[in-house]
């Protein structure tokens, strides 16, 4: 009997030993795909499966696919949130896991699609609802990266560096060609970078380059509906024609200078004085004397008090001075425009200058201009 029992247990270890080995399977399985409004899979998101009833949260990445996947999830429900860089995009609620393996797809196109149906819109309009969402999107993503091109752009050019500015600004304009902001920045860099050019036909070239995307800037700007609704618009646009009219300046076109400052002028009423100095400054500069005088006088007739205005009046009016003998016969009008810098400012960086002028034409300095002089007796 001892003998038969040792067989039989010999048989049986031998079986066990032949079985394979089975375990049984407590957790389950989730994977999913996660696309954006536009279909694109929403790369390096975070998605996290958190148990209603445990509290425990699995958080798992998406792939460069816009995929994910995880073993070891302990059945039961869980709440299933998608985010990247912080934000939640969409959620589902009390998601059931349990042995088998769990698909949990994310399609923000298909869910917006959904949310409009369920507003009571026909399939039509939460398509057409689903597509301005999806063009809102890129929209906000495509001025996200021109934005950080255009400061990319500007920090370059506070540092002089106006060659990667350029390049910037280029690299911005493949991305959307239809901004004017773009335009503008890429002619002010390219203004600014021409003074340094040592060859005297780039440094031409850069200014007739500002003018072009200056040019493109302002054509951009005035057929955008957006931008005409803007209510600082007549600025921007005036100052899109001031830099304009300071590039042709700066090659030697002169009429077509003062005709952007006077555009510029027309649009920015409140700012006139200023598109006007410049004016004056560019025709001084040209020795065009009585187009400087005149534009000098619509400075004075925007700003009275616009000192500097009344002193480069009195230099062009200086300009047109006549000689009797050895005496200097300046033009009516010269003392006065000097002695009104004077009367706004005695101590100004041109009072010398212009007391140096008065003495020049043999008028008396007066500070008080306007003033009625005493009586001699």
């Known amino acids: 009997m001892s003998k038969y029992f040792s067989l039989a247990m010999t048989m049986v270890l031998a079986m066990g030993l032949s079985a394979p080995v089975a375990l049984a399977q407590t957790t389950g399985t989730v994977k999913g ?15 996290e499966w958190t148990g209603v009833e445990s509290g425990h949260t699995y958080k798992l990445k998406t792939n460069n696919k816009g995929e994910y996947f995880s073993l070891g999830i302990v059945p039961g429900k869980y709440n299933v949130k998608l985010s990247k860089d912080g934000k939640e995009l969409f959620h589902f609620s009390n998601v059931p896991v349990g042995l ?15 949310a409009a149906v369920g507003q009571g819109l026909t ?35 506070d540092a002089g560096d106006f060659e990667t500015a350029i390049a910037t600004l280029n690299e911005a304009n493949q991305i959307d060609s239809t901004r004017d902001l773009i335009w503008f920045k890429l002619g002010d860099a390219y203004r600014m970078s021409a003074p340094k ?24 700007r005035s057929a955008s509906e957006a931008a005409q609704k803007d209510p600082d618009n007549n600025a921007k646009m005036a ?11 700066k090659s030697n076109k002169i009429d077509d200078s003062v005709a952007n400052y006077d555009k510029a002028a027309q649009l920015d009423a409140p700012h006139a004085s200023t598109y006007f100095f410049n004016e004056g400054a560019v025709l001084t500069n040209a020795g065009k004397v009585d187009a400087a005088i005149a534009a000098f006088d619509k400075v004075i007739a925007a700003d009275p008090t616009r000192a500097d205005a009344y002193y480069w009046k009195g230099v ?8 009797k003998g050895d005496k200097m016969v300046a033009p009516e009008g010269t003392a006065e425009a000097f002695q009104k810098y004077l009367e706004l400012q005695p101590e100004g960086k041109l009072a010398q200058p212009a007391k140096d002028m008065l ?18 007796k």
């Open 197 to 220: 050019q040592t060859d005297p036909e780039e440094k031409k070239k850069r200014f007739e380059m500002a003018a072009t995307n200056y040019q493109k800037a302002i054509e951009l």
């Open 123 to 157: 399939p039509e309009q939460a398509k057409a609802k689903a597509e301005a969402a999806a063009k809102a999107a890129s929209e906000t993503k495509t001025v996200g990266t021109l934005n950080e091109k255009l400061n990319a752009a500007k920090a370059a050019s």
């Open 100 to 114: 088998d393996e769990v698909v949990m797809d994310f399609d923000l196109k298909k869910e917006q699609v959904n």
């Open 33 to 47: 795909t996660c696309k954006d409004s536009e279909g694109k899979p929403i790369t390096q998101a975070e998605v």
């Open 239 to 249: 100052a899109y024609y001031n830099n304009l009219a300071e590039a042709y300046a």
């Open 359 to 376: 003495a020049s034409i043999g008028a008396t300095i007066e500070t008080g201009f306007g003033k009625k002089k005493p009586v001699k």
């Open 316 to 323: 062009n009016l200086i300009g047109k001075a006549t000689l």
